[in-house]
């Protein structure tokens, strides 16, 4: 499993949100990021009880999802995905730093030129959020 995920994504800290691929093939992806207290965000949301921002949480899905059909050399290298949009959000859980998110990541309908998946962001055994999204596929 390549796990060099700068190899796998285009994003760049600070906002790159996935620290391994755990798995990856064509149904399903699991990714996982710990959330530092040192996260760009946390300063104004909220500075005395941080707080995930939710779309963030969306972004970490989406991003497992990218890498993890990086990984398994469904996307091209040269090729980069855009959300188009985001449908089926639920935020069920408030994830606080320190927190290990566990992406759990279903491949919908993955075709060259659009992503559609669905997935769940989990802490420990309870659910923080959960989505479906569609990505458009483009070349640099």
Same mark, same amino acid.
């Given at each position: 499993?390549?796990?060099? %995920?700068? *190899? @796998?994504?285009?994003?760049?800290?600070? +906002? #790159?949100?996935?620290?391994?691929? !755990?798995?990856?093939?064509?149904?399903?992806?699991?990714?996982?990021?710990?959330?530092?207290?040192?996260?760009?965000?946390?300063?104004?949301?909220?500075?005395?009880?941080?707080?995930?921002?939710?779309?963030?949480?969306?972004?970490?899905?989406?991003?497992?999802?990218?890498?993890?059909?990086?990984? %398994?050399? *469904? @996307?091209?290298?040269?090729?980069?995905? +855009? #959300?188009?949009?985001?449908?089926? !959000?639920?935020?069920?859980?408030?994830?606080?730093?320190?927190?290990?998110?566990?992406?759990?990541?279903?491949?919908?309908?993955?075709?060259?030129?659009?992503?559609?998946?669905?997935?769940?962001?989990?802490?420990?055994?309870?659910?923080?959020?959960?989505?479906?999204?569609?990505?458009?596929?483009?070349?640099?």
């Amino acid at each position: 499993m390549n796990n060099d %995920i700068e *190899a @796998l994504l285009p994003h760049r800290s600070p +906002f #790159l949100f996935v620290d391994e691929i !755990v798995s990856a093939d064509e149904k399903r992806i699991v990714a996982r990021h710990v959330f530092t207290e040192k996260e760009f965000f946390f300063a104004g949301h909220f500075p005395e009880y941080p707080v995930v921002p939710g779309v963030i949480l969306i972004e970490t899905m989406a991003q497992s999802g990218g890498a993890g059909l990086r990984c %398994i050399g *469904a @996307l091209g290298g040269d090729s980069l995905f +855009f #959300l188009a949009s985001v449908d089926k !959000v639920k935020f069920r859980r408030q994830v606080r730093p320190g927190e290990d998110v566990r992406s759990e990541i279903e491949n919908l309908r993955v075709s060259s030129n659009m992503i559609k998946q669905a997935g769940k962001a989990y802490v420990g055994d309870e659910i923080a959020a959960e989505a479906e999204w569609l990505c458009l596929v483009g070349n640099r």
